[in-house]
């Protein structure tokens, strides 16, 4: 049996979870009931789960110095009177009017301001997870995640961003499959799914997103990700979708501690250098004056892919030709962004080079172009070898792109 932490999970499923025979601490972390108290180390448990269903939500019509609501202070709505009122707001000088939904989710910065320190909180939640290797498991259930203005609760020390959707056809995955193969009773993915993973993790605190190995759980046809795993130093972080049984759920996962992060092993192992299996799915290899469009490129991939990518791996000090000789030899495919900037800067063309030199040396493809700002006859007048490679176009726009790529990626 194992020892379990709940974070602001709803009594429904830490009841089952201690009928199972678990030991369970259910501690409050603010978005439950708007105030922290977790009192005890994450480090000390076996899993970390977070099914909350019932959010602490206040009144964003009535934000401002005379409603009682703002950055670092709000008025909790009793849960009897919370309800899914919307409005059109304008968002900017010139920002198209969007819908929002009346009653928000407590934010982070409310929660701090309103309240003394718990002696633990997200920060420790994030070291049991990448230091001490605790697996930990969030529900996405439409009651917060659709209160939340598309910004993640800050549960773990981790967030990403997030968006409503209304997908019917989804397909699950064959990392969620091995997980979820033998659960008796079937559990079943609620439809519709109500929310889509839109970004890559960001640890709080950071401005960047962070480079953790993930792996798609659930999507739909479109290839929005509905579902992620991701291995996170020692341990490994699940979203799950909300299903139609978050507590039984639960209970098999559980049941399953091992396999949260053994499902994991063969990137722990290319991260260690002893799998021959390349680190990273794709590099992407551009030139420094194209970053507008290759920053928009990177985090349409992130999610779905293995990326290696200098703004998401290179840091302060790094040795920049080791890091990228890495990159590049740890990569099954090249994507090559070909742009008039690019056939004028040496570095990119180098990396280009090495590409084609692995290619050469074990006969499999590795270069996916992408044509940006340049034409055929322009691509050709700058290399004919290059030119007769079928890429895709960005001005095709990054869905078609990175479909392009998903497809080139899956197919060998």
């Not at 199972?20 to 789960?49: C, K, M, N, W």
């Not at 969030?138 to 981790?158: A, C, K, Q, T």
Request: charge should be neutral; include cysteine.
């Amino acid at each position: 049996m194992a020892d379990i932490l709940c974070l602001d999970t709803t009594p429904s499923t830490t009841k089952a979870l201690q009928a199972s025979g678990h030991t369970v601490v259910a501690s409050l972390f603010g978005y439950s009931v708007g105030y922290r108290s977790l009192t005890e180390s994450p480090q000390d448990f076996d899993l970390i789960v977070c099914d909350m269903r019932h959010p602490a939500c206040f009144d964003m019509f009535k934000w401002g110095p005379y409603g009682g609501n703002d950055n670092y202070r709000c008025k909790i709505v009793p849960p009897s009177d919370v309800t899914w009122e919307t409005r059109l707001v304008q968002h900017g000088m010139t920002g198209t009017p969007r819908e929002d939904v009346r009653y928000a989710l407590i934010q982070e910065s409310q929660i701090e301001h309103m309240n003394k320190p718990s002696p633990f909180g997200p920060k420790d939640v994030l070291n049991a997870i990448t230091l001490a290797g605790i697996p930990a498991v969030i529900f996405l259930n439409p009651e917060w995640l659709l209160r939340s203005g598309g910004s993640f609760p800050n549960f773990i020390g981790m967030v990403w961003r997030t968006a409503s959707v209304h997908s019917r056809k989804i397909l699950i995955t064959e990392s969620f499959t091995t997980l979820i193969q033998d659960w008796q009773p079937p559990i079943q993915i609620s439809i519709p799914v109500r929310c889509a993973i839109t970004s890559a993790a960001r640890i709080v605190g950071h401005l960047d997103e962070a480079s953790f190995y993930s792996r798609m759980l659930v999507r739909d046809k479109a290839d929005i990700t509905l579902g992620q795993a991701l291995r996170c130093g020692a341990g490994s972080v699940w979203l799950i979708p909300a299903t139609d049984d978050n507590a039984a759920a639960a209970v098999q996962l559980a049941a399953r501690i091992d396999l949260l992060t053994e499902v994991f092993a063969n990137a722990s192992a290319v991260a260690n250098g002893s799998d021959s299996n390349p680190q990273w799915d794709v590099f992407i290899c551009h030139a420094s004056e194209d970053k507008s469009y290759t920053d928009d490129l990177y985090r349409a991939l992130e999610p779905k892919l293995r990326v290696w990518y200098d703004t998401g791996i290179l840091t302060m000090g790094d040795d920049q030709r080791k890091k990228i000789d890495e990159g590049l030899r740890n990569s099954r495919f090249g994507v090559v962004v070909l742009s008039p900037n690019f056939f004028e800067k040496n570095w990119p063309q180098s990396e280009l080079g090495a590409l084609m030199s692995l290619q050469s040396a074990d006969g499999r493809k590795r270069v996916l172009p992408i044509w940006h700002n340049i034409d055929a006859a322009g691509l050709r007048s700058l290399s004919p070898l290059l030119a007769n490679i079928e890429g895709a176009k960005s001005s095709d726009g990054i869905a078609a792109t990175v479909k392009s790529i998903l497809a080139a990626v899956k197919k060998q």
